[in-house]
Every structure is written in C-alpha cells, then in structure tokens.
Nanobody, 122 residues
Framework: QVELVESGGGSVQAGGSLRLSCAAS??????MAWFRQAPGNEREGVAA???????SYAASVKGRFAISKDNARNTLYLQMNSLTPEDTATYYC??????????????????WGQGTQVTVSP
C-alpha cells in the first residue's frame, strides 16, 4: 500500500516562491506527479517525473516550476517560483506503480495525497 502525504503549502504574494513536498511510503519505484485543482475547475496535471528522472510540465508552469525526487527519502518536491494568482489551487501529489513515462493525465495515477492549499495574492 502506498501513502502520500503533502506539505509545504501556504499563502504567498505574487512573484514569491514555495516548495511543496510529498513523502511517499511503500513502493520506491514509481512515477509521480503534481496535480492542482482550483474551485470550479477540473484537476489538472502540473508536472511529472518517472523512475528514470524524465520530467514533463504543463505549459502554464514550464520555466517557473521544477519537479524533483529524492529517492533516498522517497520524497517528491515541487519548487514553485514566480507565482501568480492563477497558481492558486489545492495541489495534489500522485503516484503510479508503473514507473515509466510522465503523463499529465489524472487517470494515469492510482495513488493520491490529501492535498495542500496554495494561495497567491496579487
């Protein structure tokens, strides 16, 4: 059984930075991703990383966000820079037992964290 626990959310002004963390228990050889969901919107993929360290990013965050994984700690990170109010959402960590590929598709991941809120003020 895989458990994902996010942390690091909070409130920040536009232009600021935050780093999200996701501690995973269980399987260490997974592909993982960050998704986000704003009120009234569907959950969307933000960034993904697989077991070969291949990454992918949504166009809206490319160049501002960076996904990484500490395999020794089995912890996923999302460094978010140059934040804008449009980044305000609940951010979810996701994982899948298939270790390869970096789809930003909700149905490609079977394990989910509880979410952490990120609020960016103008």
């Amino acid at each position: 059984q895989v458990e994902l626990v996010e942390s690091g959310g909070g409130s920040v002004q536009a232009g600021g930075s935050l780093r999200l963390s996701c501690a995973a228990s269980g399987n260490r050889d997974m592909r993982m991703a960050w998704f986000r969901q704003a009120p009234g919107n569907e959950r969307e993929g933000v960034a993904a990383i697989d077991s070969t360290s291949m990454t992918s990013y949504a166009a809206s965050v490319k160049g501002r966000f960076a996904i990484s994984k500490d395999n020794a700690r089995n912890t996923l990170y999302l460094q978010m820079n140059s934040l804008t109010p449009e980044d305000t959402a609940t951010y979810y960590c996701a994982a899948d037992a298939f270790p390869y590929g970096t789809p930003l598709v909700r149905t490609s991941f079977i394990y989910w964290g509880q979410g952490t809120q990120v609020t960016v003020s103008p």
